[in-house]
C-alpha cells in the first residue's frame, strides 16, 4: 500500500515535470506533436525505472559508509550517477534494438536525448534526498516516469490544438508552450487536493 | 584535406576586450537570451525561483561551472576524441558542480538545504552542455570562457527576476534569508508598509500565494518572452 502511494504520489502531485520543472528541455522541444510525444514518453518510463533501481544500489553499496568499502565516497555520486544513466542509455538502445526492432524503431532517435532529461538524474538525487529504500525507489522511478509521460502527451495534444487557435504573434509558440505549462501544473495539483505544505 | 594545408593561415590579433568579446557577453543578456530565445536550460532551476537568495546563488553556480567548464572543454578541444566527447563533458561539469556542492555546503548549509538536488542538477542543464557542443569546442579558450560568463549571466538575470517578482508579491518581502533582507509589505508591524495599520494599504492588499507556487514562474517567463518578442518581431516563431 506504502509503494502504490509513493507510485501515486509522484505522478500526480510530485509530478517531475510540472511540480519540479525536471526535463523541461525535451518537454517543451518534443511536444510538438502528440505522436512524438508518445515515443518519448515512453523511453522515459522505460529509462527512469531501470536506472533507479541500480543508483540505489551503487548508492548504498559503493558510496555509502556502511557498505562493504566502509568509506563515505558520496563526493562521487554526480559523477557514477551520471555514468550509470548514460551507458544504462547505451544498454538500453542496445538491447532494444536487439530484441524489438519496432519499438526501436519508434524510440530509436529519443533515448540519446535521455542522457541529458534532468528528469532521471533528479530522480536518482531525490531518492537519495529522501532516502528511499529499494522497494520505494522502484516504485518512485516508475510513477515518475508516468507522470512525466501523462504531463508531455497532454501537453503536446493542447499544443496540437492551439495552432488554430487565435494566439498574439510575440506569444506564439515557445511563450504559449510556457503558459500551458503553468496551467497544466494548476490541473495537476487539484487531480489529489492542493498540497497545503505549498501554502507555508 | 589540399585546401586545409595550403590556406594561409592568418594570424589575427585578438585583443582582450575587442567588440567581438564585449558581443559574447551582452548577446546572450538580450537578443540571444539562454531562456526565453535560446530554450535551454529551463529545467530544474525554475523551481528554487520562489524566494531571491537561492536564485541568485544557483546562478552564481551555473556562471562559474558554465564559465570554466567551457574554458577546459576548449583547452582539450583538438584532443577530445569525437566518439566519447559527451562523457568527457560531462566529467567536466560533474566534477565542477561537484566542488560547487562542496564550497556551498561548508559557507551556508541552510542555502544548501534549501536547493537540495538544484544544484546536482547543474550538470545536466542544457546551458551548460548546449554552450560546450556549440561553442567551446568549436572555439579559443579565452572567448569560450567569455562565452560561458555571457550565457551564465543571460540565465541568471532571468532566474532573478522571476524571483524578485515571486518574491516581492507571493511574500511581501526581498532577499529573505540574507543579511540584506527587506520586508516589504504585510500584515505585520515588521513590514515597511503594514498592511494591518489605518492607511490607504489598509485591508484590501495580501500576498498572492499563487506566486508561491512554482507554476508561477512559468507565467512570468511566458510574459517576459511576450514582452520580448514584442519589442522584437525578428525573434517572433515562425511555426
Redesign the interface.
Known amino acids: 500500500m506504502e509503494l502504490v502511494n509513493i507510485f501515486l504520489k509522484a505522478a500526480f502531485v510530485e509530478n517531475l515535470v ?8 525535451s518537454f ?2 518534443v511536444s510538438k506533436t502528440v505522436k512524438t510525444a508518445f515515443g518519448l514518453g515512453l523511453a522515459v518510463i522505460f529509462v527512469l525505472g531501470i536506472t533507479m533501481p541500480i543508483n540505489w544500489l551503487i548508492n548504498e553499496y559503493l558510496l555509502s559508509e556502511t557498505g562493504p568499502l566502509g568509506f563515505d565516497f558520496s ?1 562521487l ?3 557514477l550517477f ?2 550509470v544513466i ?1 551507458s544504462m542509455v547505451q544498454l538500453v538502445e542496445m538491447v532494444i534494438e536487439k530484441v524489438s526492432p519496432s519499438l526501436y524503431n519508434s524510440l530509436g532517435i529519443f533515448l540519446p536525448l535521455i ?4 528528469a ?3 530522480g536518482s ?2 531518492m537519495v ?1 529522501r532516502e528511499y529504500n529499494f522497494g520505494e525507489s522502484v516504485a518512485f522511478g516508475l510513477g515518475g516516469g508516468f507522470g512525466w509521460f501523462l504531463a508531455i502527451i497532454a501537453i503536446a495534444a493542447i499544443r496540437e490544438k492551439i495552432r488554430y487557435s487565435d494566439v ?9 508552450a ?2 500551458l ?3 497544466m ?2 490541473a495537476f ?1 487539484s487531480l489529489l487536493g492542493i498540497d497545503p505544505a ?2 507555508k | 584535406m589540399a585546401e586545409v594545408t595550403t590556406a594561409p593561415v592568418v594570424q589575427e590579433k585578438e585583443p582582450l576586450f575587442g567588440k567581438k568579446e564585449r558581443k559574447l557577453i551582452t548577446d546572450p543578456l538580450t537578443d540571444n537570451n539562454p531562456i ?1 530565445i535560446q ?9 528554487v525561483t520562489s524566494l531571491v537568495l537561492p536564485s541568485i546563488v544557483i546562478s552564481v553556480a551555473v556562471i562559474f561551472v558554465c564559465a570554466f567548464s567551457s574554458l577546459f572543454t576548449s583547452l582539450l578541444r583538438t584532443r577530445i576524441p569525437k566518439s566519447i566527447r ?2 568527457v563533458q ?2 567536466i561539469i ?2 565542477l ?2 566542488i560547487v ?2 564550497v556551498l555546503k561548508y559557507y551556508s548549509y541552510p542555502v544548501y538545504r534549501q536547493l ?2 538544484y544544484i ?2 547543474i ?4 546551458i551548460v ?1 548546449g554552450r560546450l557542443e556549440a561553442f567551446a569546442m568549436a572555439n579559443k579558450p579565452w572567448r569560450s570562457f567569455l562565452d560561458g560568463i555571457g550565457n551564465g549571466l543571460g540565465y541568471g538575470v532571468i532566474l532573478v527576476a522571476v524571483a524578485l517578482v515571486r518574491e516581492l508579491f507571493g511574500k511581501g518581502s526581498l532577499f529573505a534569508g540574507s543579511p540584506a533582507e527587506m520586508k516589504i509589505i504585510g500584515a505585520s508591524p515588521d513590514y515597511m508598509i503594514n498592511t494591518l495599520a489605518e492607511g490607504s494599504w489598509f485591508g484590501w492588499y495580501s500576498n498572492n ?1 499563487l506566486m ?8 512570468i ?2 510574459i517576459f ?2 514582452i520580448q ?2 519589442r522584437n ?1 525578428a525573434l ?2 515562425v ?1
Not at chain 1, 542522457?115 to 534532468?118: D, F, G, L, P, Q
Not at chain 2, 550538470?123 to 542544457?126: D, K, M, S
Request: charged share 5%; with cysteine.
Open positions: 510540472l511540480a519540479y520543472f525536471l526535463g523541461m528541455c517543451l522541444a563526493f555520486r554526480f559523477i551520471i555514468a548514460a542522457t541529458v532529461n534532468c532521471i538524474l533528479g538525487l531525490f534526498a498574439p504573434p510575440a506569444l506564439r509558440g515557445l511563450g504559449m510556457f503558459i505549462t503553468g496551467l501544473g494548476i495539483m505549498a501554502f | 526565453t530554450v535551454l536550460g529551463i529545467c530544474s532551476a525554475l523551481a559527451m562523457i560531462l566529467v560533474a566534477t558542480v561537484t556542492e562542496m537540495t538536488i546536482g542538477l550538470i545536466t542543464n542544457c552542455m500565494n508561491v507556487l512554482p507554476v508561477a514562474a512559468m507565467f517567463i511566458g518572452i511576450w518578442r514584442s518581431p517572433v516563431d511555426s
